[in-house]
């Protein structure tokens, strides 16, 4: 069984067991969480797709830990122009490991 979530602007296809980072949640680790954005369902040969959520669909996710991306390394630059900056960025993330897909 697959399901697709939106959590933090993006979408992701998960299944049971699958662990996948997402921006940073609120939530500490080792806390379930559910998360009801489930725009789509498939149960073997049975898809459903919702409109634009799946009613009474669910996922049951835990916390595994919290952490930051690798650096990011902006630079800009202007030739002849004596204008040189730079700058690095990490960005925030929750890993979390999917338990349980509930479909209603």
Known sequence: MHAVIKTGGKQYK???GDTLKVEK???KEGE???ID???ALVDGENTTIGAPLVKGANVDVSVVAHGKHDKVKIFKMKRRKHYK???GHRQNYTELK???INAK
């Open 14 to 16: 998960v299944s049971v």
């Open 25 to 27: 949640l609120t939530a």
């Open 32 to 34: 379930t969480i559910k």
């Open 37 to 39: 954005h489930v725009l």
């Open 85 to 87: 900056k730079s700058q």
């Open 98 to 100: 999917i338990e349980k």
